[in-house]
Each structure stands twice: as structure tokens, then as C-alpha cells.
């Protein structure tokens, strides 16, 4: 009967978190079935074709830069050895720290007409002035999201060919193929699911982009639903194209579990990794060559440049300010921490308490506003809180009670919610992976000696999962301080944040007075890639 509570108690509570998560998903899809044909005429011929194209382009552009980026730079680090292979597995990490927002603010800044490299190639190479392409273009927002993005392909692609045996590759050798053949035709095949995996996530990210895309303006459609919303006032056309994205995002994710539930993989025998190929004289240069160009281009001139930036404007913004800027930073930054942590412990105790598979399809449910972009969000949200304030004010008027307007729209309540929402994939994850630790037979034993209830939690669970929570905190506070869309759009009346400031003086071309909250959100972004990189170091 006990068991049976648990279950149910369990199950409950999970749907329960899966259903507060996808309302605003729900909300959006019912403005998309019950468009209006007026607005809808006007999408289609005037919006859609531009904001399709232009998303494609920037989609399909990424993708292949970051999958030859990140295929390659994995390859060279997992299967050869040359100067500085064991540093570069790490450095090139770092890239992962700048927002894209950032990194393309900083390369429109110097590539720009008026910038200091075209400037002085006018100045001295007057003869290969019209030889640079512009970068507010299609191959600008290319690059830069790709020199932001392409971290997760070499560390899920790196993951995978160190999966495979010694074995795999040596047999392929000894067939007569050579290093490239044994590359394409064994190699890529057998990691195709850790580099899809990490290209999954370069998609999501791409297509939920909305401060890159905007410093170029380059329309795609989470700026069509910003524009929608900011410019023409009308939160049925943000609604519908937002519609749109969210069906887009849904084939994708259903798509990747179809693709996950048909892999089958075997182990057979020890795993013995693959030894690396020494690189020496020529072809060792051209590989540390590369990977320093990769990690220069995507960490190296970005931070340099905004360390310049920094020392020039750093009189006009360290002010009262400024300080303002860091205080309603954190103070999101914590409420929405506490909220996503409080609900990912949450969660994860109610599938381990269920042990069910309604649990478990909760649980994935609840993970796919990680998947939506910012501005998606923002105006699901809006429409939900629209609802329930109208309910309210309805509800106090029939009590007597004098409510002219709702009280969660433009309130510190609405923020922690939506990130919880869009986060909890970042706070669940190590929750629930330390949770795995903790078995029924420790439950067990501690009720014997008698240790139960609050007790059982403090001696016995919060130990065993602390690090999954320190890791989630860490990970879900940095995410929400480097989040833009989403505060942008929602943010009450006056609390503007590190990101906004950034996006309000890049619209301006204010790229020196951008610098010093860049920085500070590119320090803060270090602090996972740096605990990520020591626990790299801890395994080998």
C-alpha cells in the first residue's frame, strides 16, 4: 500500500511538472490551429519566405561548419599525438564561454567597414580594400555562430571515437586502408551517434539564436517574433510564427528518440583505447597549427579584443550603474537557480519514489523547453500569464474586491518560472545522475536503525546527490546570467540585466561600452568549462 502511495504520488507529481513546462508549447500550438486568416495571408507573403530562407541558410551553414570544425579538431586530438594535443583538448573548450551574441558583436565590431582591420587595410593595402567581404552577411553569421557552437561537436565527437577498441582501427589497417580511408568509412560511421548528438545541439542552438542574428541583422524567425511582437504590436502574429518554430522544434526532438530507440550497440570483449599516431616535423606543425588558428579565431582575438575594449570605455561604465547592472544579474540569476533546482530535485525524487514509465515520459516532457528558443518562450508565456491574470481580475471582481490588473505580468514571479522552464534540463541532469547512486537497499537499512522522514534526507540522500545539486546550481546560475531573449522580453519595468545592457548598446554600434558586461558574462561562462575540464583531467 506504501509502495503503491509512492507510485502514485510519484507520477502525479511528475505529470504535474510536464504540464506546468509545456503550457506555454501548448498554448502557442492552439494560436497556431486557431490562426487568424488575415494575419496569417500577410505571414505568408510578406514574412515567411524571407524568415525560411534566411533560417535554412543560417541552419544548413552552421551545421557543416561546426561538423568539419569539430569532426576534425576530435580526430587530431583523439587518434595522433603532436606538440600540445593534451592542452588543446582542453583549450578548445573554452570557445563555449562566449555567448554567440558576444563573439558577434566583437567580430562586427573589428571587420566592420568603419573597424580597425578594414580601416587599416584601406590605409595600407589600399589595393585589397575590395577584396574583403562583408561581414553583415550570410557567411558572417555563419562564422561567428559556428566559432561559438562548434565546442559541442568535438566534445560529443571526441566522446565517441574514444569509445571505440583499439581493435576497430587496427583491423581496418591492417585491410590495407589508411588513416583518412579507416576516418570516413569506419570512424565517422561508428561515432555517427555521439557527432549526431552534438549536432543536434548546434541545431538547437542555432535556431534559437536570437542576439547573433540580431547584431547582423539578419531576420530569421526568432527575430520575425520579436519584431512581431515589439515592433508591430500584435501578439497573434508572434504567435503564429512562433507556432511555427515550436512544430519545427517537436519533428526534431520525436525524430532524435525515433533515431535513439532503433541504435543497438554491443560490447564485446575489453575496451582498450586507441593508440595515438606520433605527428612529427611537417604534419605535427600543420595540426598544432590548426588548432591554435580554431582556438585564436573562437577564444583568443574575441577576449583579447574585449579586454581593449574594456580599458577604453571602462570610465563610462564601472559606475553606480553598472553595479545596478551585476545586482539585478545575480538576484535573477539566484531566484531562477533556486526555482530550477527546487523543481529538478523535485522531479528526479518523484521518478525514483514512482519507478514508473509514466514518470519517465514525464520527466522527458519536462525537458523540451530546453529545445525552445528564448523568444518562443517569451511569447507563450506572455500568453499564458495574459490568461490566468484575466481569470484572476474576474475572480476578485466577483469576490468585491477592486483588481484593475493581474499581478503576475511584469513581476519578478514570471522570470524564475520561464527559466525554470527553459533550464531544467541543465539542473535535472546531475540530480538525477547522482540519484542513481542511491539504491532502495540503503532505504532500507536506514529504516532499520530508524532513520526516516527528514532525517533519512539529511543524512543519508542530500550527501550522496550534493555534488549533482552544486554541479545543476552552477550550471542552471550561468545559463540564466548569459540568457537574453527570454529576459529582454519579460523583464519588469527597470531591471535590465548584464545581456540586455549588451543587446540595448550593440543595437546602438556602441561596441567599446558593450565590452565590460561582455566580459563579466564571458567570466562567468568560464566557470562550468573550467570544472568541466578538471573533471577531464580527473578521469585521465
Known amino acids: 500500500m506504501t509502495q503503491l502511495l509512492k507510485t502514485k504520488g510519484g507520477v502525479l507529481t511528475a505529470a504535474l511538472i510536464a504540464l506546468i513546462t509545456l503550457t506555454p508549447v501548448l498554448f502557442i500550438l492552439v494560436s497556431g490551429i486557431k490562426a487568424e486568416p488575415e494575419i496569417w495571408g500577410h505571414l505568408k507573403q510578406y514574412v515567411l519566405p524571407g524568415l525560411l530562407r534566411n533560417t535554412v541558410v543560417l541552419v544548413t551553414g552552421v551545421i557543416a561548419t561546426t561538423a568539419v570544425l569539430g569532426v576534425s579538431l576530435a580526430w587530431l586530438t583523439s587518434f595522433h599525438e603532436f606538440a600540445g594535443r593534451r592542452m588543446f583538448e582542453r583549450l578548445l573548450l573554452f570557445p563555449l564561454a562566449i555567448p554567440a551574441y558576444v563573439m558577434a558583436f566583437i567580430y562586427t565590431g573589428l571587420l566592420d567597414f568603419a573597424g580597425p582591420v ?222 530550477t533546482m527546487a523543481v529538478a530535485v523535485g522531479l528526479a525524487y518523484a521518478c525514483r519514489a514512482a519507478k514508473d514509465w509514466k514518470a519517465g515520459l514525464a520527466a522527458k516532457l519536462s525537458m523540451t523547453g530546453y529545445a525552445l528558443p528564448g523568444t518562443v518562450l517569451a511569447v507563450g508565456m506572455i500568453g499564458v500569464v495574459g490568461l490566468a491574470d484575466g481569470a484572476m481580475v474576474s475572480l476578485a471582481r466577483w469576490a468585491g474586491l477592486n483588481l484593475s490588473a493581474g499581478v503576475i505580468k511584469g513581476s519578478l514571479l514570471l522570470l524564475p518560472l520561464c527559466y525554470m522552464i527553459r533550464f531544467l534540463t541543465a539542473g535535472y541532469n546531475p540530480v538525477h545522475g547522482n540519484m542513481t547512486r542511491m539504491t532502495t537497499a540503503m532505504d532500507e537499512a536506514a529504516s532499520l536503525m530508524q532513520v526516516t522522514g527528514m532525517k533519512l534526507l539529511s543524512s543519508v540522500h542530500l550527501p550522496l546527490i550534493r555534488r549533482g545539486i552544486a554541479t545543476g546550481c552552477i550550471l542552471v546560475l550561468v545559463e540564466i546570467i548569459k540568457e537574453m531573449p527570454v529576459t529582454l522580453m519579460l523583464r519588469p519595468f527597470g531591471w535590465d540585466t548584464l545581456a540586455v545592457k549588451i543587446f540595448e548598446l550593440t543595437s546602438e554600434g556602441e561596441w567599446e561600452r558593450a565590452a565590460l558586461p561582455a566580459l563579466t558574462l564571458v567570466l562567468a561562462g568560464m566557470i562550468p568549462i573550467i570544472i568541466l575540464t578538471f573533471m577531464g583531467r580527473q578521469r585521465n
Open 118 to 339: 578594414r580601416t587599416a587595410v584601406r590605409l595600407h593595402l589600399p589595393s585589397l580594400a575590395g577584396m574583403i567581404p562583408e561581414i553583415r552577411s550570410a557567411w558572417g553569421v555563419i562564422m561567428v555562430i559556428s566559432l561559438a557552437v562548434f565546442p559541442y561537436v568535438f566534445l560529443m565527437a571526441s566522446s565517441g571515437f574514444r569509445s571505440m577498441g583499439r581493435s576497430v582501427v587496427e583491423a581496418s589497417l591492417s585491410l590495407g586502408q589508411g588513416r583518412l580511408s579507416t576516418l570516413f568509412r569506419v570512424t565517422i560511421p561508428m561515432a555517427r551517434p555521439w557527432i549526431f548528438g552534438g549536432l543536434i545541439l548546434v541545431f538547437m542552438e542555432t535556431l534559437a539564436d536570437f542576439g547573433a542574428v540580431s547584431v547582423f541583422n539578419y531576420d530569421t524567425f526568432t527575430t520575425g517574433v520579436y519584431k512581431a511582437w515589439y515592433g508591430f504590436f500584435s501578439i497573434n502574429a508572434a504567435s503564429q510564427l512562433a507556432s511555427i518554430l515550436v512544430v519545427i522544434v517537436l519533428v526534431i526532438f520525436l525524430a532524435e528518440a525515433y533515431m535513439k530507440r532503433k541504435q543497438k550497440f554491443f560490447n564485446r570483449g575489453s575496451h582498450q583505447p586507441s593508440e595515438r599516431q606520433p605527428l612529427k616535423g611537417v604534419p605535427g606543425i600543420l595540426a598544432s597549427g590548426y588548432c591554435s588558428f580554431v582556438f585564436i579565431l573562437a577564444f583568443g582575438i574575441p577576449v583579447i579584443q574585449l579586454f581593449v575594449w574594456t580599458l577604453e570605455a571602462f570610465h563610462l561604465e564601472i559606475s553606480a550603474h553598472y553595479g545596478r547592472l551585476l545586482f539585478n544579474t545575480f538576484t535573477l540569476g539566484f531566484l531562477g537557480m533556486a526555482t
